[in-house]
Nanobody
Framework: QVQLVESGGGLVQAGGSLRLSCAAS????????MGWYRQAPVKQRELVAA???????NYADSVKGRFTISRDNAKNTVYLQMNSLKPEDTAVYYC??????????WGQGTQVTVSS
């Protein structure tokens, strides 16, 4: 069984920064891609950023140049550095991890609220 635990969410003013962390634990031999998604009220969950085991990254157009995804493979942890935050970034942020033979696992989510 694998658990993903996010941390680092909170309330911040527009233009501010937050850093999200997501640590995976349990029966883990390796992790393929890891990613961050977000879901705002009455909206569908959307990809924010993803990173492969080799470090290749992919970002939503809306966050390019403001957010940076990174990972520490030794710690089975993925990070999301969020700068220049906007009110429209307000959402619940979820991390996920694609594990060989175990499939995609999700965290419980962490709330990010950006005030104007």
């Amino acid at each position: 069984q694998v658990q993903l635990v996010e941390s680092g969410g909170g309330l911040v003013q527009a233009g501010g920064s937050l850093r999200l962390s997501c640590a995976a634990s349990g029966s883990i031999f390796s992790i393929n891609a890891m990613g961050w998604y977000r879901q705002a009220p009455v909206k569908q969950r959307e990809l924010v950023a993803a990173i492969t085991s080799g470090g290749s990254t992919n970002y939503a157009d809306s966050v390019k140049g403001r957010f940076t995804i990174s990972r520490d493979n030794a710690k089975n942890t993925v990070y999301l550095q969020m700068n220049s935050l906007k009110p429209e970034d307000t959402a619940v942020y979820y991390c996920n991890a694609d594990l060989p033979y175990l499939g995609v696992n999700w965290g419980q989510g962490t709330q990010v609220t950006v005030s104007s």
